[in-house]
């Protein structure tokens, strides 16, 4: 048998009617080159990419030993240095890369080793560059253990592969030789990856996840911060969101009043029975009442009862909401919109704490928390005479804004899942290109508007995935819109529009360079070239 009969379909064994991949009786899995990379991604992201280098290397070893045990099995071949020639048949059929042996030297007295050979194709380049990683200096850690683990089995002394150049013009280039023979340092990394102390860094990793968690909620009372994604709540991972939680939180143990602002459809009331939810009020009521929807009359004996009698209609004594939500919250939905002379009653009774029905004399004490919310715009109401200034600042003791869907753009996703899983269980999820437009329409309906369209798209999208003619039209409208709007104001010269996109999205980076040539699929320093001209310009 000669390394260049070998082939990987010989020893591969496909059974998939019972889900099974065989080489020798190992188990084989297919998938795909960039999850391995992305994977890597989230280790070296947490270990550091200098930690990590040993313990990508050993996965490589591991399989490349196993291949060499695998193949010395199966063949006889003719001396141990056909036997690794093999090995870098394997290693370019396994589809890690294309491997070139251009060099072998194993001394008669097996003392010394040295061969090298370049790679071509190599996955991990690939994935490299497909993720856009930064810059890290040689990447192919799996393709060097993949060697050293075939070479250390069938030299039966361990061989350390090491990297000399990475994807220069088009390749890599590798050496092999013997650990001892690469002195201190080789034989240092070759440890590491044998030895590597995974359990003291998960212990630090540990250490720093519960101290960043613990940042992120101040715990009140006895609450974990697993409280914060209470079943009323919906997922979040934006910064803006978290601070709302955080002072949802912090007003929850006082007895404030609190005024939620924020457009429509952010999800006030979401917030406001969260903070009842999380308060020690939580076992009693939380009555919400919108103030928009009721005429005047029956809004007053809405929320301040009334007795029999007192007007046309009235036949039994009613008890109002301030009353019946006794020890719990109120919620008073778009107080910007209620009359004068209801705003009257109410801060008198909120002053007073204590209110007389309509058509009553005696008066009853009010015990509940008080949470209003609206999206009109309370000082510029308060300047054009139509809210009370004295009810404001009795409202307004805690005030929460809730940001705008647009403004918490990385939520958007995780929300549309929420409802996509709560609509349609069974969906096969969102295009690339839905996601695409889920994240970037402006979303003036918020998330209300972002649920209606999750249920009418599963709706439309039966079971298949959602695609993009799923959508209501005004979305992917906007989509196409947007590319285009300001540019059509003027036409600009391909250069000036060069420029604007280039300064807008250095803007939108917040003038992190880095940042805004990851974004811009360019060099840092072309990017840097380019910034240099324009502001020479
Ligand atoms: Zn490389």
């Known amino acids: 048998m000669k390394p260049s009969d070998f082939s990987i379909i010989d020893v591969l064994d496909f059974q998939p009617d019972r889900g099974l991949v065989e080489l020798e009786n190992r188990r084989v899995l297919i998938f795909d080159g960039n999850i391995l990379m992305e994977l890597r991604r989230m280790i070296v992201e947490n270990l550091g990419w200098k930690e990590c280098q040993p313990v990508i290397f050993h996965y490589g070893y591991e399989v490349g030993n196993m291949d060499a045990k695998s193949l010395g099995q199966m063949y006889n071949w003719e001396n141990k240095e056909e036997w690794f020639q093999a090995g870098t048949i394997m290693q370019t059929q396994r589809g890690f890369c294309k491997t070139i042996l251009s060099y072998l030297a194993f001394s008669p007295d097996e003392r010394h080793l040295m061969f090298r050979g370049r790679w071509f194709n190599s996955y991990e380049v690939d994935s490299h560059k497909h993720l856009k990683l930064t810059d890290t200096g040689p990447v192919c850690y799996v393709l060097c253990g993949y060697l050293s683990g075939y070479a250390s089995y069938c030299f039966d002394r361990e061989v350390l592969v090491q990297e000399q150049e990475c994807f220069h013009r088009q390749h890599c280039s590798f050496e092999g030789r013997f650990v001892e023979e690469w002195g201190e340092p080789g034989i240092k990394f070759m440890e590491a990856s044998k030895d ?34 209470t079943p009323k709540m919906l997922p979040f991972r934006s910064k803006n969101m978290s601070r709302v939680l955080e002072m949802a939180h912090q007003v929850a143990n006082t007895v404030a009043n609190v005024l939620i602002t924020g457009e429509t459809g952010v999800g006030k009331e979401v917030i406001a029975n969260f903070i009842h939810s999380v308060s020690p009020k939580t076992t009693s009521k939380f009555l919400p009442i919108n103030c928009t929807a009721l005429p005047l009359t029956l809004l007053e004996s809405e929320l301040f009862g009334h007795v029999k009698g007192s007007f046309t209609g009235a036949d039994r004594n009613k008890r109002g909401l301030l009353i019946e939500a006794g020890n719990g919250t109120i919620f008073l939905d778009e107080i910007g919109d209620i009359a004068l002379s209801i705003q009257a009653k109410l801060l008198r009774a909120l002053q007073e704490k204590k209110v007389r029905p309509v058509g009553g004399n005696t008066e009853l004490p009010i015990m509940a928390r008080i949470i209003a919310s609206t999206n009109r715009n309370l000082e510029e109401l308060m300047r054009e005479g139509k809210f009370r200034a004295d009810l404001y600042y009795r409202l307004n003791v805690f005030p929460i804004h809730v940001p705008a869907l647009r403004e918490r753009r990385d939520d958007i996703l995780p929300i549309a899942r929420h409802f996509l899983s709560k609509y349609a269980p069974a969906s096969l999820g969102f295009s690339p290109q839905v996601a695409h437009i889920l994240e970037n329409y402006e979303w003036p309906g918020n998330v209300r508007e972002l649920a209606n369209a999750v249920e009418r798209a599963s709706i439309l999208a039966g ?75």
């Not at 990793?205 to 409280?227: F, G, H, I, W, Y």
């Not at 695609?467 to 003027?490: E, G, I, M, R, Y």
């Not at 070239?529 to 324009?534: E, I, V």
């Open 196 to 229: 590597y102390d995974l359990q003291h860094k998960y212990a630090q990793l540990n250490k720093q996840m519960a101290a960043r968690r613990s940042q992120k909620v101040p715990k009140n009372k006895d609450e974990q911060t697993e409280d914060i994604t």
């Open 463 to 537: 079971k298949q995935k959602i695609q993009l003619d799923h959508l209501p039209p005004a979305l992917t409208v906007s989509d196409q819109a947007c590319v285009f709007n300001h540019v059509t104001d003027d036409w600009p010269s391909l250069e000036e529009l060069d420029q604007k996109y280039i300064l807008s999205v250095l803007d939108h980076c917040e003038g992190k360079k880095m940042k805004a040539a990851e974004l811009l699929g360019i060099g840092a320093n072309t990017l840097w070239r380019k910034l240099k001209k324009y502001q020479t310009d």
